[in-house]
């Protein structure tokens, strides 16, 4: 495993996130939080609860940035703790989870369903943790689902990118 | 004992879970109840720095307009020097021009970032104007850099009233167009008619009286509600913001200790 890869992509991606894809406010409802995406393609070789705390000290840096103190946190933590028991009821052969998890690793379909699956709850957690009330419930669906599909698909395309 | 060492250890990861959870959510919570800290926010020095840089380079692509719209403002200032009677000026109210370096618009919770900070004698609670009318609070001073809670997010709420008959109302924004907000707390007995112009009230010391908000777009009175639905077209244009002033209150300090003694 090559963790200074690993930490060159968190850099890589995170700057990303903050320097383009923060700035697109073109949709009104269109916020991809692409920078889930090096989380989601960690090896599950760590132990739970440092995956867990990966995830927030990733959240706090969002946080940071989009004066949303605690709710990147959150939702951060959240899909840390869902991904190995979600990835570990796709895949069956534990072996290939030890090296990072990518469409060359596990394939189209296990892939798919696991971005899929992760992004939504992420995404879903974010927005609705900043609406904070029932109130403004279909406007949080609508960005959850807008923002998904197109986070969903930078990730996807950057697998498929990286397969050949 | 063996066993429940065995529970917890079994247990342990979803154990780190919520106590990280009930973190984050404590986080969650203070941030929205108190002031949030300048280090962890848009005010950070390194934050702020870049955002900036960022907004240099989009800047570039909107010199053209920017410059129409300083050159319509210098003529609105000149003639507000032939037009000024200097006796109806308060002395105690100094503008602090400030470049806006952040800026979101279409979430529920936007916020704006100006080069401003507490060197420059920025605090919290002074309210944020441009030439076109109301634009916010702020609400995090960092050194150099400050956060401001604009118009256009949920949690604000500015005193305004009706020009033509000094009616009072509370402006709040629904989460939904950043053009237009909403007046609440106007009763039924009142008559609203499209166009009428909302100023600010003056009856708290975040802004002057007479400060431009917007005018009235729409307004409508349900069966058996005692108060408006009114929404107001704002004559701020946050999605063209670039630069702003802070309206800093000589007399802001000494109001609030008086408010305060009251309480």
Known sequence: MDWSKQL?????????QVLLFDQLQLWGACHPYVYIMCLLMMPITLPHSVDMIIGAIVGLIMDIFCNSLGIHIASCILL????????????NDKDRLNEQISLRAIGMEAMLKYVVILVLVHHLAVFSLAAWS????????LETIVSSIVTILIIIGYNAMSYK | MQTLIKILLRYSNFLVFIALEVAAFMLISLNNAYPRSSLLSTANEFVAWQHKQIHEISGYFSLRSQNERLAEENAALRNQICAMDSA?????????NAKVVQMSTDQLHNYLTIDRGSIDGIKRG???RNEDGVVGIVRTVGRHYSVVLPVINTYTNISCRFIKNDYIGTLQWDGKDNRFAQLADVSSHMVVNPGDTIVTSGLSPVFPEGIPVGTVEKSVLKEG???YTIRVRLYTDFKR????EVVQNADQNELEELTNGLE
């Open chain 1, 80 to 91: 840390m703790f869902i991904r190995p028991y979600l990835i570990g009821s796709i895949v």
């Open chain 1, 8 to 16: 060159g992509r968190y850099v890589l991606v995170m700057a990303l």
């Open chain 2, 126 to 128: 002074q309210g944020v």
């Open chain 1, 134 to 141: 029932w109130h403004h419930i279909g406007f949080v669906l």
């Open chain 2, 88 to 96: 109806e000026h308060a002395h105690s109210i100094h503008y602090q």
């Open chain 2, 241 to 244: 913001l670039k630069y702003v």
């Open chain 2, 225 to 227: 509600d005692s108060y």
